[in-house]
């Protein structure tokens, strides 16, 4: 058990009507990324919100290295060395790189902010994570990849050891992902766990060493991520094997059409689209 930074052993929890976790159970280890995966409604945000302290669990077991630990809320969850960065970013656009990295822990030189040393550290966080981020900065001038990386810098001035991941290139051009699963990697070098949620399971391969699948709120399978297929995986989150996954579909379509679009072209973007839209279709 004292080889795992995080280890959670039959968590229930319930909400009025609904089982949201059936008894599941989860672990991570230092320097790995552990994925964990299901459907919507499998469970997997429900769990994040328990390990960070947004809900507290009905039942089982969380130990953190070692030991059993009780998560009351964000700030505790924090405290404990667990920092979570959620698809929707939590940071004050208005302010810069530093303070929002030392948002409610601010240095202060008598009664003023002692920028000066906030930025200093800021820019020693940064370095870590390979980022020439300017703590100066404000934050609304940043993309949306280098306002993720302020999150994770975040994280680790709180000495995050666990850091939670959800869905964190939803938002992302594929250069962006590139420069976050560099940090990820710089990340994993320092014996730092992080728990990875995410629906674009092509990417997992470039960095996810095991991988936990939920469905329905239970526990379904762990692996090494290299010992399944994606076929294997999908067929765990949705219960059956997926001999198509766009199977084709015979229709007849009865109704007006609303939308054409004939040779339309944009300089190297595209060129020549042909499609048909009819009222009540949906068309991918």
């Known amino acids: 058990m004292k080889d795992y930074l995080l280890e959670a052993k039959n968590i229930r929890k319930e909400f009025p009507g609904v089982v949201a976790l059936a008894g599941v159970s989860f672990d991570l280890k230092p320097g790995e990324v552990h994925a964990l995966l299901g459907e919507n409604g499998a469970g997997k945000s429900t769990m994040m919100k328990i390990f960070s302290g947004v809900y507290q669990k009905d039942g089982g077991e969380i130990f953190l290295k070692g030991k059993a630990t009780k998560i009351t809320s964000p700030i505790q969850a924090a405290e404990l060395g667990i920092g979570i960065i959620y698809q929707e970013l939590n940071l004050c656009p208005h302010l810069s790189v530093a303070e929002n990295i030392f948002l409610s822990r601010e240095f202060s030189n008598g009664v003023r902010l002692d920028r000066e040393k906030m930025e200093s550290e800021s820019l020693k ?160």
Not at 207 to 224: E, L, P, S
Not at 242 to 270: A, Q
Request: no cysteine; aromatic share 6%; glycine share 4%.
């Open 125 to 284: 966080i940064l370095s870590v994570l390979h980022s020439d981020i300017d703590p100066k900065e404000k934050v609304k001038n940043l993309s949306i990849s280098k306002q993720q990386i302020v999150e994770i810098a975040k994280a680790l001035s709180q000495n995050a050891d666990i850091i939670i991941m959800d869905e964190p290139t939803s938002s992302l051009s594929e250069r962006e992902v590139a420069q976050l699963f560099e940090v990820i990697k710089e990340l994993k070098k320092r014996g730092k766990g992080i728990i990875y949620i995410s629906h674009k399971l092509d990417e997992l391969k470039e960095i996810v060493d095991r991988v936990t699948i939920f469905r329905d709120g239970k526990w379904i399978k762990t692996a090494m991520f290299n010992e399944l297929s994606l076929d294997e995986i999908i067929s765990y989150m949705v219960g059956r094997s997926i001999d198509e996954k766009f199977p084709r579909l015979d229709t007849v379509i009865k109704t007006r059409k609303i939308l054409e679009l004939k040779n339309f072209s944009k300089g190297e973007y595209f060129k020549n689209i042909n499609l048909e839209l009819f009222e009540g279709e949906a068309l991918g």
